[in-house]
């Protein structure tokens, strides 16, 4: 047995947290967007390299009156597990929505200022969903990447879920990422370095 991890996967609302997560589990996607009612917790049970990982993946974000970098869109609880207590986060955009992004910029830095003192460093993702719509994107990914590697010091990717394009290798290279939190490297070389052949799959 490979142990436990816990895995948050937040965003604005309509950039496809749910669609990424059941192209992951059940490998469909669900045409007509419905926004997600309140947090759901996902406990599958996934093997990576050879070990068993049970893992709680938390979608959605948790209603809270605080503002938001939009205005509109609410932010999680701070006190919730989804932000303190998590061994990786999965930060998810729409690659033709600016504000989304920004939405995205300001929850990192949410999620840096939350995370307890002393508390264990979790590696963060960040993921442009809806690839598929490739044309109508706001900006170039080789710069989106660069911003997002080299000045947020995070991980990047981008993913359709519509196609279920990447969307393995990003858990499985968050998975990863997670394990070795614990060595002397940089997250984001960390997460950059991951991005080669493994095996995962769901049990």
């Known amino acids: 047995m490979g142990g436990s991890l816990r895995v948050a996967v937040l965003g604005a609302p309509g950039v496809g947290k749910t669609a990424i997560i059941r192209q992951f589990l059940f490998g469909d996607y669900p045409e007509r967007h ?12 996934v093997l990576l390299d050879g070990a068993v990982y049970d893992l709680s993946i938390r979608d959605g974000d948790v209603d809270d009156p605080g503002s938001s970098p939009g205005g509109s869109e609410e932010w999680p609880d701070p006190k919730d597990w989804s932000l303190q207590d998590t061994d990786a986060f999965v930060l998810v955009y729409d690659i033709c929505s600016p504000d989304s992004f920004d939405y995205v910029k300001a929850l990192r830095q949410r999620i840096a200022e939350t995370r307890p003192a002393g508390a264990p460093e979790a590696p963060i993702l960040v993921v442009g969903n809806k690839r598929d719509r490739q044309r109508l994107r706001f900006g170039p990914r080789r710069a989106l990447a660069a911003l997002v590697r080299r000045g947020w010091r995070c991980g990047y990717l981008e993913c359709s879920a519509k196609y279920n394009w990447h969307v393995l290798r990003l858990f499985r290279e968050l998975l990863r990422c997670a394990l070795v939190r614990s060595r002397p490297a940089h997250p984001a070389l960390r997460l950059q370095g991951a991005l080669h052949p493994a095996r995962c799959s769901l049990m």
Not at 34 to 45: F, I
């Open 34 to 45: 419905r926004p997600t009612d309140g947090p759901r917790l996902y406990r599958p049970a």
